[in-house]
């Protein structure tokens, strides 16, 4: 199982579209998330990243995915960069396996 977890916050190119051009980009980008949810992908939770957060990092935004394999994480990353969403966003992204608690704090140890 991998962790895939998105930051983003909307660049000026975003904020200067209409909100009818907004609407129909996005609606472009759901037959592709559908697409990947029926491969067993699944949105753990997207939400606004709260200002009271402490170290809260410089994004508006969040999401969580769950993918069942690598190749549905890479598959995923081509839709997002073949449909121009860094274009509107400044993300980062944070992925991986997901681990125990006891193998992170192993790795901790002994770095």
Not at 37 to 42: D, S
Not at 85 to 109: M, P, R
């Amino acid at each position: 199982m991998e962790c895939f977890i998105e930051l983003w916050s909307a660049r000026d190119s975003w904020k200067q579209l209409s909100q009818e051009e907004r609407g129909s980009y996005l609606g472009q980008i759901g037959p592709h998330i559908q697409s990947l949810l029926e491969k067993g992908v699944e949105i753990v939770g997207w939400g606004v990243n709260d200002e009271a957060t402490t170290h809260r990092a410089n994004f508006d935004f969040y999401a969580v995915w769950e993918f069942p394999s690598p190749d549905t994480k890479k598959e995923f990353e081509a839709v997002v960069m073949e449909a121009g969403w860094y274009n509107y966003f400044h993300q980062e992204n944070v992925s991986g396996a997901i681990n125990t608690t006891d193998d992170i704090i192993e790795k901790l140890i002994a770095m």
